[in-house]
C-alpha cells in the first residue's frame, strides 16, 4: 500500500523507486499484484509517466486515509516507550508561553518523559550542561556550528501603553511628541538599552531614552507595569496579543515596531535520532510557528485595537 501511494504521488514508477530504496522492477510488480488481486486497473502506464485511472484515484484516498490511522496508532503505541529524562533550556527572550504550551503537549503525549525546564538568560553550553534542547532568540541568522537548529520565525514588539494611560496623557502622533511621554526602558542583552530602533513603511526612525524613571528586565514586567499605567513600552507580540485581546493594553504608534529576534531550537546535531528529543523539536516545530503566527497578526490587525477599547469599556460599566 506505502508503495501504491509513492508511485502515486511520483507519477512515475523509477522516481517512486527511487524514493523508496528499492528497484523500479519491484515497484512494478507491487502494483500489477496490486491490481490482478483488486481486479482493477489502477495506472494508465506510458514510458515517462504512470497517471493514476479514476479507480486509482479513489483507492488513493482511501490509502491515505488508512496508512494514516496506521501511523498515528504507532505513534501512540511508541509513545509509551519513551522513556527517560529531558533538560530544555529556555532565553529569557523567548516567549514562554509557547515554550510552556509545548512543554505541556510534549508531556501529555509522552507521559514517561520527565522534562527539566530552565529559564536562563544566553546561550548555554550545551554539552557541559548537559541540555538536550535549547529555546533561544538572536537578531541575527545563527551561523553554522556543530549545533542543529530550527528557525522558528521573527518576533517583533510594539510599543504599548494601558488605555487609562493615553486617555490621561494623550496617544503621541509621531516621535517627537513620544519624547514628552512616561517611556520605560527595557533592559536587554539583544538590543541597546537606551535606543529604540523604530522600524516602519520606508522609515527607521530612532529614539534616544534619556533618562527613564523605570526599568525592566523582562517582557512580563514590562507589560505588567505598563498595564498598570507606568508609562509606554516595547511589548514582545507573544504578550501583547492577550493583553490586546483583554484590553489591557492599547498599541501607540502603531506604524512602527521595533526589537526583532529570530527564534530558534537548538540541539546537538549528533543526537537528532534520539526520539525523545526529536519528538520535543517535531512539537516545537508544529506549535511555535503556528502561536507566532497567530499573535502577530493578532496585533498588527486594525480591528484588535477597537475590539480592545470596547473589551476595556465592558469591564469598567461592570465595576
Known sequence: MRIFVCAARS???????????????????VINRLEEELKNRLFERTTRRSALTPEGARYL??????LSCVDEAAETAQSWQLVGRLRIHVARAFPHNYA???VSDYTYRYPKVAVEVTIGSGMPDHFSDGYDVCLLTSTH??????????????????????????LKRGSPADIEQLRAHDCVESISTHFPNDVWHLEGANKRPLLRLGDCQLQLNTANAMATALSGGAGIGPVPVSIAAQKFLVGD????????????????AVY?????????????????????????????????????????????EEVRSSL
Open 141 to 166: 541568522r545563527l551561523p553554522e556550528s556543530s549545533l542543529a537548529r530550527q528557525h522558528l520565525g521573527v518576533l517583533y514588539s510594539v510599543l504599548c501603553a494601558s488605555p487609562e494611560y493615553i
Open 100 to 102: 510552556m504550551q509545548v
Open 249 to 264: 493594553l492599547v498599541r501607540v504608534l502603531p506604524e512602527y515596531r521595533l526589537h526583532p529576534l529570530n527564534a530558534y
Open 11 to 29: 507519477k512515475n514508477f523509477t522516481a517512486a523507486a527511487v524514493s523508496l530504496g528499492i528497484s523500479p522492477a519491484q515497484v512494478s510488480r
Open 268 to 312: 546537538a546535531a549528533r543526537r537528532t535520532s534520539e526520539p525523545k528529543i526529536r519528538k520535543f523539536v517535531d512539537c516545537t516545530l508544529s506549535l511555535v510557528p503556528k502561536y507566532l503566527c497567530t499573535d502577530t497578526h493578532t496585533v498588527f490587525s486594525e480591528s484588535t485595537q477597537s475590539d480592545a477599547l470596547v473589551a476595556r
Open 61 to 66: 484516498r482511501n490509502c491515505i486515509h488508512i
